[in-house]
């Protein structure tokens, strides 16, 4: 299973941005879908997850600004960031919780896409 994230890039502060990830490569089902970011010198938080069934969670630090969805027919996660802050700024991960017909059930990464957002 791969994991393509995309819509990263350098925007301004209270700008928007939208990510996009899409998972491919065999027969599998997608339970969780997230979003992680990980900046300069600190962990890798989780930012946002969604389960298949919809329901969503969120870091507070992002809560109202930003919004996660999915569309499970074309094995896709979003993630829609708006009122953007320069805290923000960060290489963005998306993450999947899959059962991969044959091989089991396991967490996938994607190759992660830059925000970065200016003053």
């Known amino acids: 299973v791969q994991l393509q994230a995309s819509g990263g890039g350098l925007v301004q502060a209270g700008g928007s941005l939208r990510l996009s990830c899409a998972a491919s490569?065999?027969?599998?089902?997608?339970?969780?879908m997230a979003w992680y970011r990980q900046a300069p010198g600190k962990q890798r938080e989780l930012v946002a997850a969604?389960?298949?069934?919809?329901?969503?969670n969120y870091a507070d630090s992002v809560k109202g600004r930003f919004t996660i969805s999915r569309d499970n027919a074309k094995k896709t996660v979003y993630l829609e960031m708006n009122s953007l802050k320069v805290e923000d700024t960060a290489v963005y991960y998306c993450?999947?919780?899959?059962?991969?017909?044959?091989?089991?059930?396991?967490?996938?990464w994607g190759q992660g896409t830059q925000v970065t957002v200016s003053s």
């Open positions: 969604i389960s298949g069934g919809g329901s969503t």
């Open positions: 490569g065999g027969t599998f089902s997608i339970y969780t």
């Open positions: 993450n999947a919780d899959v059962y991969v017909r044959d091989s089991g059930r396991g967490y996938f």
